[in-house]
Each structure stands twice: as C-alpha cells, then as structure tokens.
T-cell receptor
Framework: KAGVTQTPRYLIKTRGQQVTLSCSPI?????VSWYQQTPGQGLQFLFE???????NKGNFPGRFSGRQFSNSRSEMNVSTLELGDSALYLC???????????????FGPGTRLTVL | GIQVEQSPPDLILQEGANSTLRCNFS?????LQWFHQNPWGQLINLFY???GTKQNGRLSATTVATERYSLLYISSSQTTDSGVYFC??????????FGSGTRLLVRP
C-alpha cells in the first residue's frame, strides 16, 4: 500500500509570493492533517480535514489555508509569504474513527519551503 | 490544551548501550504515538500505543495512561538509531500534540 505522498519536496520562493502544497493520503484514509516544523517552534498543528470539512485549525494567521477534495487529497496554501514561513511542512493521514481505534497517523516525507 | 514533555532532550550513547526515553502528558490523550525523524525529515512510525506494552525488535514501548506517561526503550543501540524521537498524543480536537523531542546520537 502506498504511503502518504507530498509534492513538491522542495520549494524556493521569495517574500510576497504564494505557494500551494499538495498531499495525497493513504488509500482509504479520510482524515488529513498539516503540520509545520521549524527549529524554533518544533512541530505545530496547522489544520485537519475530514470528508472535505475543516474540523480544526491551529494558531496560524489567515494567510495559511487549506482544502480537501472528494478523493481525500488535500492542498494547503500560504499567501504573501514571509521569511518566517520557511519550514518543513508535513502532511499526515489517518483512517479515523470516533471510537479511536483507527486514529494512528502516518506522515508523508514533507515539503521543505525556503522563503528568500 | 494538553502539553507533552519529553526527556532527556539530548542523549549520547555508545553503540550497544540501552536507553529509555520518557514522555509525560498533562491531560488525557488518545492515540499516543512514538516517531523517529530521519535525517531527511520524515517521521517514521514506531509505535501506536494508547496503553499497554508493545515490542518491535530492539524497540519496545509502554504507556501508562492513568499516570500520563509513556516510555520508549531502545536496546543494543546501533548508529542507525541516531536521530530525533518524538512522542505525540491526539487531543479531543483531532490535533496531534508533539513533545519537543529527544535527540539521540549513537557513537560507533
């Protein structure tokens, strides 16, 4: 079974530009989450989608947005890039069930974004 | 929200040594997981262990949910075990809350 895939793997942008990152979950997984990892702040939750609905959002400015498609693939967008947005962006998927038995999260390889 | 604390923050071992990494969480969490982050940044799943004990080769983990902690044991460490180990718990809002990690270096 294929794992979580993320594209692109590396990206270099300049301040003020916008960027779109893509994540394809494991087949059958309907929950997709996004995380930002920086040396100073560690791993921080961005948002989580389930069945095309955003269920939760982390403490990030409105420049960070996302969506999920009917095939569970997800994209996140960052507009008006700032130097501080340079980070590793990780996507995770899980099958998810309310009872908790299927909530193990699996991560993709990440997209490393550099803002110049 | 819940907080997750890991100790020690850094650990240096000689190859062949054993180690124990600890994860404390401030409130009830579901779905406690342990990860190893490789040098390229990918988080590799080690254990999904809401409670009890699991073993996988030289690694084992124990979670005592009632006392809000989890332990990761690494036996007969190898240089390939080097990297950063994270524990994380899923809170009630579907957020995976990570600890700050334990950076492990295994010397040959």
């Amino acid at each position: 079974k294929a794992g979580v895939t993320q594209t692109p793997r590396y990206l270099i942008k300049t301040r003020g530009q916008q960027v779109t990152l893509s994540c394809s979950p494991i087949s059958g997984h309907r929950s997709v989450s996004w995380y930002q990892q920086t040396p100073g702040q560690g791993l921080q939750f961005l948002f989580e989608y389930f069945s095309e609905t955003q269920r939760n959002k982390g403490n990030f400015p409105g420049r960070f947005s996302g969506r999920q498609f009917s095939n569970s693939r997800s994209e996140m967008n960052v507009s008006t890039l700032e130097l501080g947005d340079s980070a590793l962006y990780l996507c995770a998927s899980s099958r998810w069930s309310r009872s908790g038995g299927n909530n193990e999260q699996f991560f993709g390889p990440g997209t490393r974004l550099t803002v110049l | 929200g819940i907080q997750v604390e890991q100790s020690p923050p850094d650990l240096i071992l000689q190859e062949g040594a054993n180690s124990t990494l600890r994860c404390n969480f401030s409130d009830s969490v579901n779905n406690l997981q342990w990860f190893h982050q490789n040098p390229w940044g990918q988080l590799i799943n080690l254990f999904y262990i809401p409670s009890g004990t699991k073993q996988n080769g030289r690694l084992s983990a124990t979670t005592v949910a009632t006392e809000r902690y989890s332990l990761l044991y690494i036996s007969s460490s190898q240089t390939t075990d080097s990297g950063v180990y994270f524990c994380a718990g899923l809170d009630s809002s579907y957020k995976l809350i990570f600890g700050s990690g334990t950076r492990l270096l295994v010397r040959p």
